[in-house]
Each structure stands twice: as structure tokens, then as C-alpha cells.
């Protein structure tokens, strides 16, 4: 199986600030990856796929990047409504496996 | 537009069989894959198991041997049966479209294992 080891697990950030989110592949995945946003109550919602596409509707703040083990999602100008925690998902591989998630939280 | 929606029991007993349904709506299970995936309470999400457009099924391996998904086309129905509950198994279960890249979830079903 594909381990997703995500970091950090927890960061603390400012309105404004610009904060990234790492997932590290246990192996190769290409770019078969995807990056969730959740909130309390919520299910995932999908920000990114194939590691660089933006989702529909999603603000440009929001950027993927990365390539075979190493992925980063980063938060540009971030903004109170983007408090939740964040997810990877590797999808190239089954048993699909997601990252062990960050929480955004306001310092 | 798509759309997903979960249902079944929110309360099984441990050793008992979990059945739940996931409706869908706005595409055909014909055409597009659906997944299972579930998520502990404060914990982060699991993937169970697919069913493919094609009638196939894949299982994450560690739930393989307890985990059995199935589908009614007419009904635009998948169905998700997974036996020997413990109370490890609480949490959310979601069914997403997979295809492409997990863009659609439904609302999540809780499903609680208790005596």
C-alpha cells in the first residue's frame, strides 16, 4: 500500500499569511493526486486533482503542486473562511490512500 | 446536477452486518465509477472499496475479507454490506464518484456500533 505521509498536522496561521501543506509518497504516484478541504460537519471537498488542476469554483489562492513522491498544497493570502483541515489523496494505486490531514487554525 | 446521498441504520451491534444504500442522481453507474469511504470521528478518511462502471468491485485489502459492495443500475443504487462490526468500525461513511478524481460526495451517513 501507498502510505501518504502528510505535514504538518496541525499549523497555526494569520489572515493574509501564505501557509503550505505537505504529502510525502511512500512510492511513486505521478500526478494521481488530490487535495480536500474539510470542515466540521462536512464532507471533503474537493480543491485540487491530478496534483495542479484546480476544481471548479475554487479560488486561485489555492495551488497544487509537486510530482512522483513529494506534493505540496499552498494557501496564498489566506482567509478566515479557510480554517478546516486538509487532506491528500493518492488515487494511482489501490487501496487509495489519503494523508493523516492538517488542521488550519487561526493564531 | 450530481448528486449522492447515503442511508442506512445509524445504530448496529457489534458482530451484526452494516447495509447501506448510496442513491444517485445526474450520471449513470454505467458510465462512472462509485467509492466507499469512510472516516473515524476526529480521524482522518479510509477508502473501502469501488465499484466500477463495468460492474467490477476492488477492496481495500484490509477490509476485504468483511467487505462486500454491489449495485441495482435501475435503481441508480450502490450498495455497501460489510459484516462483524466492532466498535472501531463508528464513524462516517461517505459515497463519492471516484471518476474523475473523487469531485462529487454525498453527505455522509454516521453509523454507530453499540450495544
Known amino acids: 500500500d501507498t502510505v501518504m505521509t502528510q505535514s504538518p498536522a496541525s499549523m497555526s496561521t494569520s489572515v493574509g499569511e501564505r501557509v503550505t501543506v505537505n504529502c510525502k509518497a511512500s512510492?511513486?504516484?505521478?500526478?494521481?493526486v488530490a487535495w480536500f478541504q474539510q470542515k466540521p460537519g462536512q464532507s471533503p471537498k474537493r480543491l485540487i486533482y491530478l496534483a495542479t488542476n484546480r476544481h471548479t469554483g475554487v479560488p486561485d489562492r489555492f495551488t497544487g503542486s509537486g510530482f512522483g513522491r513529494d506534493f505540496t498544497l499552498t494557501i496564498s493570502n489566506v482567509e478566515a473562511e479557510d480554517l478546516a483541515v486538509y487532506y491528500c489523496?493518492?488515487?494511482?494505486?489501490?487501496?487509495?490512500?489519503f494523508g493523516g490531514g492538517t488542521k488550519l487554525e487561526l493564531k | 446536477q450530481v448528486q449522492l446521498k447515503e442511508s442506512g441504520p445509524g445504530l448496529v451491534q457489534p458482530s451484526e452486518t452494516l447495509s447501506l444504500t448510496c442513491t444517485v442522481s445526474g450520471f449513470s453507474l454505467t458510465s462512472y465509477s462509485v467509492s466507499w469511504v469512510r472516516q473515524p470521528s476526529g480521524k482522518g478518511p479510509e477508502w473501502m472499496g469501488r465499484m466500477w462502471y463495468d460492474g467490477d468491485t476492488a477492496y481495500n485489502s484490509a477490509l476485504k475479507s468483511r467487505l462486500s459492495i454491489s449495485r441495482d443500475t435501475s435503481k441508480n443504487q450502490v450498495f455497501l454490506k460489510m459484516n462483524s462490526l466492532q466498535t472501531d468500525d463508528t464513524g462516517t461513511y461517505y459515497c463519492?464518484?471516484?471518476?474523475?478524481?473523487?469531485?462529487?460526495w454525498g453527505q455522509g451517513t454516521l453509523v454507530t456500533v453499540s450495544s
Open positions: 512510492q511513486s504516484v505521478g500526478t494521481v
Open positions: 489523496l493518492q488515487y494511482d494505486s489501490i487501496p487509495w490512500t
Open positions: 463519492t464518484r471516484d471518476s474523475p478524481g473523487f469531485a462529487y
